[in-house]
């Protein structure tokens, strides 16, 4: 019985056949799953809790791998309104004092140029303001060294034409209200009703006002030839500086770009071994038929 057993096994050898009561089991090996345990709800609150704080994990580990190459560093956005003449008619206050120190000495810095700065180079420079080595590699700080007296000056201006622009239209308001008056007392004198209002004094304040404009128009006319012959001085530097600063942008998006490269090697890095050992492990459990795989 035994010899035709064997014969049997020989000719069909992935078989499995019972022996006294045994399997026997020749050729590719067999795993049964003699009993499954379904997972308590319990389990699944555990599992979604190990996924979420994988994630977390993960999360912060991706943000901290862009901190270890050094991250390259944009050229101050602060110069950007010193770029075109246009931009010069409507500054008031400038980040570069006449007292500034270009020697990595801290100087205060306006707080509305504040809105024009990313949040890294925000809480950088919070308080003080200082040329960056993007700055200093194409000398955009030397070139608005050359041109700070001019926009010094022309701040200046800025500021005596907006007092003066403010002073003419206070008057010229305070006038409309007088000549409303003087129009009044003229209608008295025309009903040949009792005068309640003083018209001698009006006539006398509606002059006073009238010379107050026209001072303060021949002043902004000046202030504004002055700041004109101001900006056709500082023009060709403003060129100068203008292209100084587009190649430091140039340069930094290149080098922003080679930094983006290395922090996706870097997290590739990070993943790629994990996830070989993870198809690993399924293809070897697919191999054996596993249903864990």
Do not use: W
Not at 49 to 67: A, H, Y
């Amino acid at each position: 019985m035994f010899n035709f057993i064997k014969k049997i096994q020989n000719k069909f050898p992935q078989q499995n056949f019972l022996c006294g009561g045994e399997k026997i089991n020749k050729g590719k090996e067999e795993y049964e799953e003699i009993s499954e345990k379904k997972t308590s709800k319990l389990g699944y609150i555990l599992l979604v809790i190990l996924m979420v704080f994988l994630v977390i994990i993960g999360q912060k580990i991706f943000s901290d791998i862009k901190d270890i190459p050094e991250r390259p560093v944009h050229p101050s956005y602060q110069v950007q309104m010193y770029l075109e003449i246009e931009n010069l008619r409507n500054v008031t206050h400038s980040p570069f004092s006449d007292k500034i120190e270009y020697q990595n000495k801290p100087v205060p810095i306006n707080i509305e140029i504040m809105e024009f700065m990313e949040p890294i180079e925000k809480n950088k420079h919070i308080g003080i303001f200082e040329f960056n080595e993007t700055d200093k590699k194409f000398e955009i700080d030397k070139k608005i060294r050359e041109i700070e007296p001019e926009i010094n000056s022309i701040i200046s201006l800025n500021k005596d034409i907006d007092y003066f622009q403010k002073e003419i239209s206070s008057n010229k308001s305070e006038l409309d209200k007088l000549l409303a008056k003087y129009s009044v007392s003229l209608q008295e004198v025309i009903a040949r009703e009792q005068a309640l209002i003083d018209k001698p004094s009006i006539k006398r304040e509606i002059i006073s006002l009238d010379n107050e404009i026209l001072l303060f128009n021949e002043k902004l006319a000046n202030a504004n030839a002055e700041r004109n012959s101001k900006f056709n001085v500082i023009e060709p530097k403003v060129v100068i500086l203008k292209t100084a600063y587009e190649q430091a942008e140039e340069y930094y998006e290149n080098k922003i770009a080679f930094y983006n490269f290395i922090v996706f090697l870097l997290r590739l890095l990070f993943v790629l071994p994990l996830f070989f050992v993870s198809l690993y492990f399924y293809f070897k459990l697919k191999k054996k038929d596993s249903p864990h795989a």
